[in-house]
C-alpha cells in the first residue's frame, strides 16, 4: 500500500453514462497526478495539479473529461457521456513539491469498463 | 488479478539467474529515467531512477545502465526472485515539463 488511495476499484457502466472517480493522495503531498493506461501500454499523462491548481492537461483530455482538486487535497476525475474507448486503468499518483513526479507514488488504479 | 497487459514481451527467467530489460528511448532531452514495476491489479511501482549525466546507478540487486549514444536504457536484476514477477515499464522526464512519459512494458516471469 503506498498511502494513495482510489475509489472505485473497478466501475462498470453503459456507454453515454457519467463516472466519477475519486483519489486520496499521501497527506502531505502538494502534487496529485492523473494518468490513464490501457492494457499492453504504458500508463499515459492526463493531467496533473499542484495543490488546488490544475497546471497542465494532456490532448487526451476531452472535453467530456474534467478533474478538480476543490480544496488542494482528493481529486476527482469525471467523464461524461462515457464511450467504450474510455475503458482503461485510470492511475492517480502523488508527490511532494520540489521533489516532483521522480518522487511520485501511484495508487491502485480505478479500471473502468464501459459496455 | 487482472492482467496489466496481454500483448508485452516476454522475458522467461529462471529463478536465481540474472535479468536484463530493455528500453530505447527518443527524447535526448530527458533529464531522468526511471524504471517501474507494476504487478497485476496494481499502480506502477518506482524502483531506481538515474538522471542523464549518469550512466551507472545501483541499488539492491538493481542496476540501472544508460548509453545516451544510443538512447538506450537497460534494468539489470540480480538473483532474481518469484517475486520479480511483474510488468516492467521504463519512464523519462523532460526538463520543461512535470510528467512521466512511459514506454513500452516487458513482462517478467520468473520459473522457479
Known amino acids: 500500500d503506498t498511502g494513495v488511495s482510489q475509489d472505485p476499484r473497478h466501475k462498470i457502466t453503459k456507454r453515454g453514462q457519467n463516472v466519477t472517480f475519486r483519489c486520496d493522495p499521501i497527506?502531505?503531498?502538494?502534487?496529485l497526478y492523473w494518468y490513464r493506461q490501457t492494457l499492453g501500454q504504458g500508463p499515459e499523462f492526463l493531467t496533473y495539479f499542484q495543490n488546488e491548481a490544475q497546471l497542465e492537461k494532456s490532448r487526451l483530455l476531452s472535453d467530456r473529461f474534467s478533474a478538480e482538486r476543490p480544496k488542494g487535497s482528493f481529486s476527482t476525475l469525471e467523464i461524461q457521456r462515457t464511450e467504450q474507448g474510455d475503458s482503461a486503468m485510470y492511475l492517480c499518483?502523488?508527490?511532494?513539491?520540489?521533489?516532483?513526479?521522480?518522487?511520485?507514488?501511484f495508487g491502485q488504479g480505478t479500471r473502468l469498463t464501459v459496455v | 488479478g487482472e492482467s496489466v497487459g496481454l500483448h508485452l514481451p516476454t522475458l522467461s527467467v529462471q529463478e536465481g539467474d540474472n535479468s536484463i530489460i530493455n528500453c530505447a528511448y527518443s527524447n535526448s532531452a530527458s533529464d531522468y529515467f526511471i524504471w517501474y514495476k507494476q504487478e497485476s491489479g496494481k499502480g506502477p511501482q518506482f524502483i531506481i531512477d538515474i538522471r542523464s549525466n549518469m550512466d551507472k546507478r545501483q541499488g539492491q540487486r538493481v542496476t540501472v545502465l544508460l548509453n545516451k549514444t544510443v538512447k538506450h536504457l537497460s534494468l539489470q536484476i540480480a538473483a532474481t526472485q518469484p517475486g520479480d514477477s511483474a510488468v516492467y515499464f521504463c519512464a523519462e522526464i523532460r526538463t520543461a515539463g512535470n510528467k512521466l512519459t512511459f514506454g513500452g512494458g516487458t513482462r517478467v516471469l520468473v520459473k522457479p
Open positions: 497527506s502531505e503531498h502538494n502534487r
Open positions: 499518483a502523488s508527490s511532494l513539491a520540489p521533489g516532483g513526479v521522480t518522487e511520485a507514488f
